[in-house]
Each structure stands twice: as C-alpha cells, then as structure tokens.
C-alpha cells in the first residue's frame, strides 16, 4: 500500500465530523481535536519545523525551501479536518474493492454508471469506499492525506525542488468557519492552494457571490369564523413571495455559470412566519439583481396587504475570489501544468458554492483549490480511486516544484 492510501485509510477512522448547531465553539466538536493531535504529531515525526496546534485545533507547519529556493515567497499548502453532517461519519470503515464495472458497492448502498458516469473510467482499478453506513470521510481527509504524503516524500528526497511550504489543516470547513481563525501574517505563505476539490484535474479560482436573505412576515390573526376580509395568514403571504421568485431560478432547475434563489428554511404559523433564502450568482452584479428582487417581491406584497407586513434584511456571505486574481493568473497556469506533467488532463471548474479559498482570497492569501480526486462527497456513496490519491500527490510534486523559481 502506498503512503498516500495507508494515511488516507488511518485518517479517515478518526472521527471529526463537525456540527452547525454548534457554530459558537471551534472547533464545533471535540473530536476534531483527535484529528489535529494526530497530524501534530506526524508533521513533527516527518521533521517539520514550526509544528504548531492551537486551540481551536488548528495545525499549522513548515518545510524549509529546497537548496536555491531559500529566497522565493512561500506557498501554502490547506485542507480541513472536519467531515461533513450531511450524512454519518462516526466509526468509518473504509474498504478498497477492485472495481469491475457494473454498480460499485459502498456495502449494500450501490453507485451505478448512470448516477456517476466517470465509474467507467475505473474499471479494473482499486477504489476506497465505506461500508455504506457513513460518509467515507475523503472530503476532505482526502486532501491531508495527499499533503502529507507530499510532505514525507520532500523531507525523503531533499532533492526535490520546492520553495518554503506552509501547511494549514482547519477544522469546521464544512459549517463555514473552516479557515477564519487561520492567523495569514503567521502562517507566513504569500499564496495557497486548497487541496479540497472532488474530481481528478479540476481546478477552481471561481466560486459563487452569496448572500442571505431573512423574510419575516406578520399576519393578522382573527377568529378563522370571522375572518373575511381582515385575516392576513403569514403562511399565505410567504407563499406568494416565495411563488414571485423565477421558479427556473433554483437550484434544481441551474448548473454551471447559473445563479439561484433557494429556501432553506421556513417556520411560523398565520400569525407570523419566517423565511431564509440563500442567493448565489457568479457576477456581483447578478446577485445584487437578486437581493433587489427579494426586497421588490416584499414591497409588492406591502402594497398589496399593508405596510410593515413583510420584511427582508440581506446580508453577504462571501464574495467570487475571481476578481482577485488579476496579475497572478500564474497561481491558475501552475496548477493546469502541474496536472499535465502528472498525466492528468485538467479542467477549470467554477465551484457552484464557497471554499476556504474564497475567505483567504478576500484576506489577502490568494487561495485557488485543487481535486482531490473525491466522487461523490458528503454522501454514503462517496469514493476515491486508489490511483486517483497517488496522482494528486504526484501533481503537488510538479506543483511546488513550479514555485522553486521565481514567478513572474
Ligand atoms: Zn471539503
């Protein structure tokens, strides 16, 4: 077994899933804890430098440059130890099955071709999946695995060309906090690569604009026997604004460069009700198209059932990275040439959602993300193939190598 696939199975019996009804602590779970006492170690073990836990258990470390690389800016190297809550994720089993084509078998949960057409690709290969109880934990143990298998092949082979490399591993990516405790001016790398992406080849700098509207709606409660012409049913009224939004406009009906509106929550009864809406659009302009449609939609709705009825308060979450990367396309070029020497074909992939790499654009470590070679994430169902986990770590090896000369 290969040092990538013998951390990646060890990685992901570790329990760290994180929990959004705990968004006030971070980590929002214990456990992650685990995680990040496991790899503190290991990064020490491998001869780290500056091998650093916090807290908040955040791991941070260093690899000092490769000879002549001394005087180049460091690159930094992130990934999260947290696993999805979208699906269990205690007490991981992973299995490697070689897979012959036909359904691919999580235990008794079976992925066929049609629901992932690129199983093809796989036949006769090696894939890690779990016993179909829980998540298989790639997303994003994955992503440590592949760091830290490139880590013990620099500190095996000091031949190997690299500047100063900055390792980060964050917890509770996966609510949305993952690198927001990341201290930049410590950590000290002047750009980054998330290695948190799923297909093999992909490369992502663009993600969505996101906001969040919250509607509040306050009915008029009379008895229901004696209600004609004054009742005003909070519940009704959510449901026209929610029937004034463009129906082609969620997320069921969007893909690729396509925005929506989607409803994650709603709650109330006739006499008030609440809504909360996530908006997303790749163009700044598009999304604030959208906050102006949710505020339209609720001044249709006060003039037609009186002031003051429903309200909506909009607040950003985060913005595209994309318009950060003027001048340093060569973070993006690096990447797709990387994968190219590997023997992977790579793609530029838009990020229908945000990554790590998106906070850490805005804050000054411009950050695009990397596969991890994952398939079907935050799922049972979710697997990697064996070869796929080598050739990452192939490609961050031709990746760094690129930074071992000065960019221009
Ligand atoms: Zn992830």
């Known amino acids: 077994m290969s040092d990538v696939v013998e951390r990646f199975m060890r990685y992901v019996q570790v329990d760290s899933q994180s929990d959004p009804m705990n968004e006030a602590e971070t980590p929002s779970t214990p456990c992650q804890h685990d995680m990040a006492r496991l790899l503190e170690r290991e990064l020490s073990e491998l001869g780290c430098e500056e091998v650093r836990r916090d807290e908040h258990a955040y791991v941070t470390a260093g690899i000092p440059a490769s000879k002549g690389a001394e005087a180049l800016p460091a690159l930094g190297l992130i990934a999260h130890i947290d696993t999805a809550p979208a699906a269990p994720a205690s007490g991981v089993r992973p299995r490697i099955v070689r897979y012959e084509g036909g359904p691919l078998l999580s235990g008794s949960v079976a992925t066929t071709p049609e629901q992932c057409p690129d199983l093809e690709l796989f036949r006769g290969q090696d894939i890690v999946v779990s016993d179909g109880r829980t998540l298989l934990s790639a997303d994003d143990k994955a992503g440590v695995a592949e760091i830290c298998a490139l880590v ?22 996966e609510i949305g906090h993952g690198a927001r405790l990341l201290e930049l001016h410590e950590f000290g790398a002047t750009w980054a690569y998330t290695v948190d992406g799923e297909t093999l080849g992909e490369v992502s700098y663009e993600t969505f604009n996101a ?5 509040v709606v306050t009915g008029v409660m009379v008895h229901p026997g004696s209600a004609k012409d004054v009742m005003i049913n909070a519940i009704t009224v959510l449901h026209e604004l929610d029937a004034l939004l463009p129906a082609w406009e969620r997320p069921e009906h969007t893909e690729g460069y396509e925005g929506f509106f989607h409803c994650i929550g709603i709650e109330g009864t006739e006499s008030g009700a609440t809504a909360s809406y996530i908006l997303r659009d790749f163009e700044a302009a598009g999304l604030e198209r959208r906050k102006r449609e949710m505020r339209d939609a609720a001044a249709f709705l006060n003039a037609r059932h009186g002031a003051g009825t429903v309200s909506v308060a909009v607040r950003d979450e985060y913005r595209n990275m994309a318009e950060c ?53 935050h799922s049972v169902r979710e697997f990697v193939p064996v070869a796929s986990l080598e050739a990452t770590v192939d490609m961050l090896e031709h990746l760094v190598a690129k930074f071992a000369v000065a960019q221009r």
């Open 152 to 173: 013990a092949r620099l500190r095996a082979n000091r031949d190997l060309p690299h500047p100063a490399l900055k390792v980060a591993f964050v917890p509770d990516e």
């Open 211 to 215: 906001a969040q509207a919250d509607v």
């Open 325 to 377: 990367f003027d001048g340093i396309g060569f973070l993006v070029e690096n990447a797709l040439a990387a994968n190219r020497e590997a023997g992977i074909e790579p793609v530029v992939r838009a990020i229908r959602g945000g990554t790590d790499g998106s906070q850490l654009t805005f804050r000054g470590l411009p950050c695009p993300n990397l596969a991890t070679g994952t398939y079907q994430a």
